[in-house]
T-cell receptor, first 114, second 115 residues
């Protein structure tokens, strides 16, 4: 079985531009979460989607948005990119939307804003 | 605010010794804690989950303890090997009032096992 897949793996964007990151969860997993990890820090929660609905949002500005599709894949969109948005963006899938369950992470998308 | 703290940013240890990593939490009592391994440029990989009513959990050379009095979890790797070199993340999982499930991570401890 394929794990969580993310695309692209690396991306370089200019300040002010828009970016779309994509994630395909493990087959059968209905929940997708997005995390931002800056160098030297642990991942920080951005969004959770479950059954195509937003379940929660972390402390991120409205420039960040996401959606989940009928096949449970997900997109993370970031508008008006800032230098500080440079980070590793991680997608995690879980089998259910709640509960004490392990999260399966993709390899991440390394976003560099110049 | 609810925090997960991993006080050691880096830990160097000789091959064959036991590595012990610390995770402390403040301002709340998590029902469970999770430990992940992260290699450079890769996503975290789940290792172990321990619930508050479990004192200890083991998996091969890995052992996790949970002390609710000290508000601390310890993560041990016995007979450490150079291949164990990585960053280890402690995380608390919680369901928010809105129903979202999210992990709150510590900064991680970078373990280097020296041959």
């Amino acid at each position: 079985d394929a794990g969580v897949t993310q695309s692209p793996t690396h991306l370089i964007k200019t300040r002010g531009q828009h970016v779309t990151l994509r994630c395909s969860p493990i087959s059968g997993h209905k929940s997708v979460s997005w995390y931002q990890q800056v160098l030297g820090q642990g991942p920080q929660f951005i969004f959770q989607y479950y059954e195509k609905e937003e379940r929660g949002r972390g402390n991120f500005p409205d420039r960040f948005s996401a959606r989940q599709f009928p096949n449970y894949s997900s997109e993370l969109n970031v508008n008006a990119l800032l230098l500080g948005d440079s980070a590793l963006y991680l997608c995690a899938s879980t089998q259910s939307g709640t509960g004490s369950t392990e999260a399966f992470f993709g390899q991440g998308t390394r976003l560099t804003v110049v | 605010s609810q925090k997960i703290e991993q006080n050691s940013e880096a830990l160097n240890i000789q091959e064959g010794k036991t590595a012990t990593l610390t995770c402390n939490y403040t301002n709340y009592s998590p029902a469970y804690l999770q430990w992940y391994r992260q290699d450079p440029g890769r996503g975290p990989v789940f290792l172990l989950l321990i619930r508050e009513n479990e004192k200890e959990k083991r998996k091969e050379r890995l052992k996790v303890t949970f002390d609710t009095t000290l508000k601390q979890s310890l993560f041990h790797i016995t007979a450490s090997q150079p291949a164990d070199s990585a960053t280890y993340l402690c995380a608390r999982g919680a369901v928010s009032g809105a129903g979202s499930y999210q992990l709150t991570f510590g900064k991680g401890t970078k373990l280097s096992v020296i041959p």
